[in-house]
């Protein structure tokens, strides 16, 4: 892999990457349209890490499609689909992790210790394999983009990181590879995530500024769907991911919730009227 981005990088090319833990759906098409909007040559990995799960997740009952993943890959004009084997990246004797300070001690890092170093070790690793110029990742993982975003500034990592905007099904409900694991009545719970922040976006817009009042809401809405458990619903400054109480400014809505067995993440940006 390093030799090819040597050679992209002797040419003269500029390589986005796009990171992956496979069982693509159109959210990640869409990053892979960022990217060779963005660079000449496209990488995509596809590696389900099993350094960010923790025990009891569902790193083993993952979603995985290989071979459907590798014609997608292809369809979306990705220059090199790059799928290396755990044994290659963690090799025998692996004890060097990454540790970042604040912003994983908020939303799902509070739930999931030690998500956000597994995280970012692999990502640091696969920076260090692949060597882009540009790296895009969705805004559905606000907090990894956050902490992604930190962790190059502070190594160094001479790459511009990308944002890219939630894409959603047509009725709202944010695009993930764990979507495929709902039944249809789960489905339906699903969206009381999407409902709960539109509805918050709205009262915002109405001059509501309490933050208490708005998870309020939010929780007993979703709570009113069956088999939904919620880990967080939280209002904090997009920056810092600290609480914010009074909505005065454009601040992070996020919510965790479990649907079944499933968890699910989403969030948006709440923006009062000036
Ligand atoms: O967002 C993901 O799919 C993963 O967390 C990532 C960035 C590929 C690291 O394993």
């Not at 979703?222 to 920056?239: H, L």
Request: proline share 5%; net charge positive.
């Amino acid at each position: 892999m390093t030799a090819m981005s040597n050679r992209f990088r002797k040419m003269g090319k500029r390589i986005s990457f796009v990171p992956t833990m496979g069982f693509l759906h159109e959210g990640h098409l869409a990053l892979m349209r960022e990217g060779r909007r963005l660079g000449d040559k496209l990488v995509l990995s596809i590696f389900v890490n099993p350094t960010q799960f923790g025990p009891g997740e569902d790193f083993k009952t993952y979603p995985r499609d290989f071979n459907r993943d590798c014609a997608l890959a292809e369809k979306a004009g990705v220059d090199i689909l790059f799928t290396p084997d755990a044994r290659d990246l963690y090799v025998k004797g692996s004890e060097t992790y990454l540790h970042q300070e604040k912003l994983p001690g908020h939303l799902c890092g509070l739930s999931r210790q030690g998500h956000f170093n597994g995280v970012m070790t692999i990502v640091a690793k696969l920076f260090n394999i692949v060597v882009p110029h540009f790296a895009v990742f969705g805004e559905k993982d606000f907090q990894q983009l956050a902490v992604i975003r930190r962790m190059t500034k502070d190594l160094n990592f001479d790459i511009q990181i990308v944002g890219h905007p939630t894409v959603r099904e047509p009725d709202g409900l944010a695009m993930s590879s764990r979507n495929s694991k709902l039944t249809p009545a789960q489905r339906d719970a699903a969206l009381s995530l999407i409902t709960s922040l539109r509805n918050a976006r709205r009262s915002v817009k109405n001059k509501q500024t309490d933050s208490n009042q708005l998870i309020d809401k939010a929780t007993e809405l979703i709570q009113s769907y069956p088999e939904t458990k919620i880990d967080y619903i939280k209002i904090c400054d997009p920056e810092t991911l600290d609480d914010v109480s009074n909505i005065d400014r454009p601040v992070l809505m996020a919510l965790a919730v479990k649907v079944g067995k499933t968890r699910l993440i989403d969030n948006m940006i709440l923006t009062p009227d000036s």
